[in-house]
């Protein structure tokens, strides 16, 4: 079946300019996370969906980012007013609930490269 | 603040060659997980450990957990090209009804034919 996409693929934008990227999970999938990595890096974590709960936001570097999650299932991150050290990759994944520890593979998406001049 | 620390950041060794890459904590994980990325793409999976003391092998890769689950080692045997990557591992605490993942510093391997 399909896996996790996310579009766009690239995006660039001028400093102090808002952004949304999107992400379609793995359909099914009750858990959707988004994380940041600088190039080269490992990841960051931003925030987390589960189901119908409230997100857990506590990875969301500052208030210019936020993330929604429609109807169980896409979800979108919007940074407003982007600085340059904004300038990532920003990585959606999701994952069952199911399983024991170790089993809740999460599935990633290649990925939106952000570039903020 | 990293949880976890992947060492060596960089490594760039000739084919056939074996090398060991490690991740380090001081915290307890229920489980570690190690990926490897290609540019351009996501994080694949490659393996979880659950158990401490835990040794899995993938082909030519062999994962170990350490017996206090804070840390773990990817060790790859007679390196090809296609092992190119950078490796990351991931320590997993679980957070309700999902898993949150700690990603560590990551490995970036080049392999030289």
């Known amino acids: 079946g399909a896996g996790v996409s996310q579009s766009p693929s690239n995006k660039v934008t001028e400093k102090g300019k808002d952004v949304e990227l999107r992400c379609d999970p793995i359909?099914?999938?009750?858990?959707l996370y988004w994380y940041r990595q600088s190039l080269g890096q490992g990841l960051e974590f931003l925030i987390y969906f589960q189901g119908n709960s409230a997100p857990d936001k506590s990875g969301l570097p500052s208030d210019r980012f936020s993330a929604e999650r429609t109807g169980g299932s896409v979800s979108t991150l919007t940074i407003q007013r982007t600085q340059q050290e904004d300038s990532a990759v920003y990585l959606c994944?999701?994952?069952?609930?199911?399983?024991?520890?170790?089993?809740?593979?999460?599935?990633f998406g290649p990925g939106t490269r952000l570039l903020v001049l | 603040t990293q949880l976890l620390e992947q060492s060596p950041q960089f490594l760039s060794i000739q084919e056939g060659e074996n090398l060991t890459v490690y991740c380090n904590s001081s915290s307890v994980f229920s489980s570690l997980q190690w990926y490897r990325q290609e540019p351009g793409e996501g994080p694949v999976l490659l393996v979880t450990v659950v158990t401490g003391g835990e040794v899995k092998k993938l082909k030519r890769l062999t994962f170990q957990f350490g017996d206090a689950r804070k840390d773990s080692s990817l060790h790859i045997t007679a390196a090809q090209p296609g092992d190119t990557g950078l490796y990351l591992c991931?320590?997993?605490?679980?957070?309700?009804?999902?898993?949150?993942?700690?990603f560590g510093t990551g490995t970036r391997l080049t392999v030289i034919p």
């Open positions: 994944a999701s994952s069952l609930k199911k399983g024991t520890s170790g089993q809740k593979t999460q599935y």
């Open positions: 359909s099914g999938h009750t858990a």
């Open positions: 991931a320590g997993e605490i679980p957070r309700g009804e999902a898993n949150n993942l700690f």
